[in-house]
């Protein structure tokens, strides 16, 4: 019998005896663990579950497990396929999101636009794609400000 693969981000343990498993975790987000086969021990400070082929849960900020929404693994697993995919969320939540598949600084013209609601769909490698998103979906357009881009109101 081989030892159990362990994984760990955060308060999150994941515990792999056998099949696969795809996990979201980063720092200040809600954590994502999908059984893609075999039975996969999750546990957090607020309690565990089993899960087992085709079951996912989201554990929140204070530890809790939630069963994952479709639209919750659509958007967490993404990256699986080669693609960054931001579904109604706010340009405050998007931002941080781009910033680590793009490595790219966006600020925003005025601080009252963060509230905008954007969705967008881009290949990993194509921030250019999610920003077009973002402006069609936002009602924002994309600028160049002193060598800085800059999101600002685009006259919706």
Known sequence: HEDPLLIRAGNLTVIVDSGE???AAYPGEAALVS???GDIEVRTPAGERTLVMGQAVV???DGTLRDASASDLTEALAWIDGNVIIAGRSLREALPIMRRWFAT?????????LGRVVS???PIGSSRILLEG???SGGLKLEWRDK?????????
Do not use: H, K, P, Y
């Not at 600084?105 to 636009?113: C, H, M, N």
């Open 134 to 136: 973002f402006e069609q």
């Open 35 to 37: 059984a893609r086969g």
């Open 59 to 61: 554990m929140g900020g």
């Open 120 to 122: 967008a769909t881009a």
């Open 105 to 113: 600084e966006i600020t925003v013209a005025d601080s009252g636009l």
């Open 148 to 156: 800085q881009m800059v999101l600002a109101d685009g006259g919706r």
């Open 21 to 23: 498993v795809a996990i």
